[in-house]
């Protein structure tokens, strides 16, 4: 509760399409003596750049002729086990979100106990739909939260910046831009409100389809209102001087991270086609 130790989650691997979890090429070797030898190359491992991190829940295959979700464990493994390196940051058009960042980690030869298991082997996609629903919903707020924000700063520029002979909200079409901008945060507000209550009501499997809405909603009206903001803004908006590009960048991601919009409009498709999408 203190916050002096924090995890991270190795999951996705710069070798395969990791948006399919069942592409995951990571392996988990029983060993002769006991318990299990990791071997695998992870990116985008959140946290683990963090020095309070001192535990991964790294995701590999224990049993690759098995069902393909029934392939992939996961276990959970120190940080300072041999055979565990950090190799690098890997960067967001630049930023390196320090000090949680996003790590490159490399695992080799890793010795890790048999207990070290979560729920048993064959169960780490099982685990993977169950944290992804809620973390999904987690990345939505953010995404509100940078947009209300860039509103804040929009909204005080328009009031203060003076241009051809009036404030910047004394041009309609600026206006207008600033009305649009809110009409997106409040739809996208109001996606991920519902996906919560779902959430709460019925558990993430009913919640499924309102998740996957507000997944594809939020970060797209995000990245959408922080564009018009950054314009508003002029060079500042593009330069370090405002918090606008660094959450550009964010919002450009959420767009890729737990589920590409892709996948996710792939699945309210096929809920719709069985009258399941509705909220």
């Known amino acids: 509760m203190a916050g002096e130790v924090r995890s991270c989650f190795a999951m996705t691997e710069p070798a395969v399409a990791s948006s399919d979890a069942t592409n995951i090429e990571s392996r988990i070797h029983a060993h002769p003596q006991g318990g299990y030898v990791l071997e695998g190359r992870k990116w985008w491992t959140s946290g683990a750049c963090d020095p309070r991190c001192k535990v991964a829940i790294f995701m590999g295959k224990t049993d690759p002729s098995a069902p393909a979700h029934r392939q992939q464990s996961m276990i959970l493994v120190p940080m300072d086990t041999p055979g565990v390196t950090v190799v690098r940051p890997v960067t967001v058009f630049g930023y390196d979100d320090a000090p949680h960042g996003h790590a490159e980690v490399h ?27 809620p973390g999904r919903l987690h990345h939505c707020m953010r995404a509100v939260g940078m947009a209300e924000r860039a509103m804040e700063m929009t909204r005080e520029r328009m009031a203060t910046r003076k241009a051809f002979g009036s404030v910047l909200a004394g041009h309609g079409a600026l206006l207008q831009q600033l009305a649009e901008m ?42 959408a209102v922080l564009d018009a ?16 590009a660094a959450f550009f960048a964010g919002a450009r991601v959420l767009r ?16 719709e086609m069985k009258g399941k999408a509705r909220l």
């Open 107 to 133: 695992f080799e030869g890793v010795r890790v106990p048999a207990e070290a298991v979560l729920l048993g082997e064959g169960r780490g996609f099982e685990i993977a739909q169950g944290r992804l629903g």
């Open 182 to 223: 809110r009409i997106q945060v409040e739809g996208a507000r109001l996606a991920v409100l519902n996906a919560a209550h779902q959430l709460d009501l019925h558990g993430n499997k009913v919640a499924r389809p309102a998740i996957a809405i507000a997944k594809v909603v939020a970060p797209r009206a995000a990245q």
């Open 229 to 244: 903001a950054i314009q508003v803004h002029g060079g500042g908006g593009v330069s370090g001087d405002y918090v606008l």
């Open 256 to 271: 890729l991270a737990d589920g590409p919009d892709e996948v996710h409009l792939r699945d309210i498709g096929r809920m």
